[in-house]
Each structure stands twice: as C-alpha cells, then as structure tokens.
C-alpha cells in the first residue's frame, strides 16, 4: 500500500474518499490546497462540507443513486473552500467493492476547473457580445466559410434576414449563392468566389431579389478573415435609391442641356438678325444711342453662352490631358474683351484637367475681374502649393460678400449676369477642385482655386 499511497499523496488532484455515508476517511495534500481544510478538519466530517449552495437537493440526490447502484458519477460541481470561495471542479466518484461486491466506500477525485470554467464563460460572453453586434449593424452581414468554392452560411444578422427574407433556422449551413443568386448571375458569383478563394477581397455591384420579390442593387464587399481563405465577411450595401436618383438627375441634366440648346438656338436667330440691323444703322449713323443698342446685344450674347456653359458644367470630368497653365492662359486672353486690361503670367505649372473648361474658367475670372476693376485693371495668374490664383487690382470683394459670390444669380454689378463665378465654381467641382475668393496682395480680388494635381 505503500507506493500506492505514495502516488495518491503525489497527484496534483485532489483526492479523498468516504464511507458509504459520505464521512470523510482520507484526503490527501492536494485536497488540503484546494479546500483550504486540513485533513484533521476533514476526516470525519461528511463530504456535504464542500457544497456551496448552487446546486439542489435534486441534484445531489441523483447523484448518490448513480453511485450507490455501483456507477460512476462524473460531472463538474461547484463547492465551496473553508474561506467561502466557489470553485469549479470536475468530478469523478467511483464506488469501492469488497471481495463479496458489497460497496464500501466512495473514491472521489477532483480536478479544478475554475480557471478553465472562466475562460469559457470568457469566451460564450465574448461570442454573444459580437453576436449583439453583429445583428446591430444595419447593413445586411453575412458570415460564411467556402466548402469546395461554395460559400456556406455560418452566421447572418438581422439586417440580411429581414433585407432576403429568411429567417435563422433557413440560413445556418445554407449555400448563400444557391439562396440569393438568380441562374443568370451563376457566372458572376463564380467569378466573386474564385477571387476569394485566392485569399483576395471582392468589390461588385450586384442584383438580388429582397424579400418583398424587388430585385435591388447592391455593393457587395466580400473579405477572407485574418488572411484565411475559408472564412468570409460579406456585406450588401443597397444602392438602389442612390442609383435610381442619379439616373432621374443624368435624364434631368439631359433635359436641362437639350433645353438650354433650343433656348440658346432660338435666342440667337433673333439677335444675330438685330446685330446685323444695328450695325447697318451704325455705318449710316453716329447715333449715340446704338451703342447702347449694341451693349444689350452683347449682354445678350454672354448670358446665353453662361447658359449654355451652366447647363454643361455639372458633369463630372473622367478624363484629363496636361495642360500648361502658361499656354492655356494666353489663348483665353485672346479671345476675352480685354479693352486696356493687362495680364501678368507667373507660373510655368502643368496641371490635369480638361483644356476647355479650364479656359472657360480663366474666362469667366478675366471677365469678372475687368467688368468689376475696370478696363485698365491688371491680372495676374500665379502658382500656389496645390493649384493656382487669378488676381486683380481692382476694388475687391467685400468679406461679407465672399461666401455668395460663387452663388448663381449674386451680382454686385448692374451690367453683370451673375452665372460668371456660378460657372467658375462648377468648373472646380467638376475637377474636384476648391474655388475660394480673398484679397489680393494690390487689395483687389484673388480667387485661388486648390486641390489641383
């Protein structure tokens, strides 16, 4: 009995057993350590000096008709050490046989699981935190992992169940393309699935049919998680609204330009024939008051060529060429009513953008700056860090009025159409530059236009 006793006494379990009333008869060292009770404190007490209160009479009482039928009861308790502390344990309670079959004691060997125990309750509290975040997220989520290119269900939130129509119980181990992919864009997820299966991210414009039958367009954005190729994040960002208002805006801006080109085509007939009038009379006639007659006809000419430009100026600019500021700034100048104006060049820069509409810019800011400093203004176009400026020593731009001039229709002058700066701003935006106005260092305007590459 000897190095039985020894190997007992040596175990990092705690071991102790009882007689057939539970009366405690041996408890080894590691019994002391766990419990806090010395052996002396233990031997002869009943094991029920470990219960802790959590569990029921029900449940010990189950557990005595397993042993005392001859069996073994394994399972994790909960009892409590001689300081009041729980602790978890996994428990196994064997019954001990005399030569005739008779049980005569109960050994009990106890592993603590506290630890264990904690980092799974860890675990399960984690995994329902994400789980609540998980059905938080508006955007319809979808967790899968892929089973031979099949991207397979594991996960879904609220938002994918109620946006497809499924509920939970449909979706666990489904094949997510057999359920949301129509026959026709088989192919396309195909294609979705082999880039995910080669560890890359997926970015696509989809259809899928929602649950009320209307078939939507989606971003989908599909990612390998933690680099593994098997386990995937989808999500599905309905676009349709947004495409549906830019589809009614391009047919709105088609109809702005058609518009804009009938109006423009049925104003200049008409003024071509008095322009022509006009200047029959002018060579008869020294008149003063033609010249006015000609005044209007040239305001005439420049708001329908402002119309024609803001009806063109909201399209956004997919290409671009190298355009020397130098170059496109002295061709402008040529062809704008300068009068006595001068022009100063101090920049050498190539930016991207469009040629055309990047003189239609410097047109309109030479325009504005002579109509607004007069025509013996001067006008300089330099560089800045991330664009260029176009000033002007004239009279400048009250601080209050700054913010407005960009705005179509504001004009401080009497002879002005205001759409010149409007225009100007378009322009920028369609570049997706930045278009600000300040003074300038002679105390006229400066509009400094950034952003630009």
Not at 120 to 127: F, K, L, T, Y
Not at 153 to 181: C, H, M, P
Request: glycine letters at 8%; hydrophobic letters at 35%.
């Amino acid at each position: 009995m000897r190095p039985f006793r020894a190997a007992v006494e040596s175990t990092g379990h705690s071991i102790y057993w009882t007689d057939t009333t539970g009366t405690i008869e041996y408890v080894n060292p590691a019994f002391e350590e766990q419990t806090g009770f010395s052996a002396e404190e233990a031997i002869g007490s009943n094991a029920n000096i470990l219960q802790s209160g959590v569990h029921g009479d029900l449940f010990y009482e189950r557990l005595w008709d397993t042993i005392l039928s001859g069996d073994v009861w394994q399972g994790e308790i909960i009892n409590e050490r001689k300081s009041g502390e729980r602790y978890v344990v996994k428990q196994t309670i064997s019954p001990i046989t005399d030569d005739e079959g008779d049980i005569t004691r109960f050994v009990a060997v106890n592993e603590d699981v506290s630890d264990l125990r904690e980092a799974q309750e860890r675990v399960e509290r984690e995994r329902d935190r994400f789980a609540d975040l998980f059905d938080a997220v508006p955007v319809p989520l979808v967790l899968t992992h892929l089973e031979q290119d099949d991207p397979v269900i594991k996960q879904a939130n609220q938002a994918f169940r109620d946006k497809f129509g499924f509920t939970g119980r449909e979706l666990g181990g489904a094949s997510l393309d057999r359920l949301i992919v129509d026959d026709a864009d088989t192919a396309e997820a195909q294609e979705i699935n082999d880039r995910l299966t080669q560890g890359e991210r997926a970015r696509r414009e989809v259809t899928r049919q929602a649950a009320d039958g209307e078939y939507r367009t989606f971003i989908l954005n599909a990612t390998p998680l933690d680099g593994e190729r098997d386990e995937l994040l989808a999500t599905y960002i309905d676009i349709t609204d947004r495409k549906q208002l830019e589809d009614e805006l391009r047919d709105r801006t088609e109809e702005l330009q058609d518009f804009a080109n009938v109006v423009s085509h049925d104003l200049r007939n008409p003024l071509n024939v008095a322009k022509g009038h006009v200047d029959l009379i002018a060579a008869e006639s020294d008149n003063p008051q033609i010249e006015r007659i000609q005044n209007a006809h040239a305001r005439m000419e420049e708001l329908i060529e402002n119309i024609l430009m803001l009806a063109s100026q909201g399209e956004t600019i997919d290409e671009t060429e190298p355009v020397s500021l130098d170059d496109c700034v002295s061709r402008t100048w040529k062809t704008v009513a300068t009068q006595g104006a001068d022009l100063e060049i101090e920049t050498e820069q190539t930016v991207a953008a469009d040629e055309n509409r990047l003189r239609q810019l410097f047109g309109n800011l030479f325009r504005n700056a002579i109509e607004h400093g007069g025509n013996d203004v001067t006008i300089t176009v330099g560089d800045l860090n991330n664009g260029f400026y176009v000033a002007d020593d004239g009279s400048g731009i009250r601080a209050e009025e700054r913010d407005q001039v960009f705005e179509a229709g504001h004009t401080s002058s009497e002879t002005g159409t205001g759409l010149g700066l409007s225009i100007v701003k378009e322009i920028a935006d369609a570049h997706n530059w930045t278009v600000s106005a300040t003074d300038s260092s002679e105390g006229g305007a400066r509009f400094e236009i950034t952003g630009v590459q």
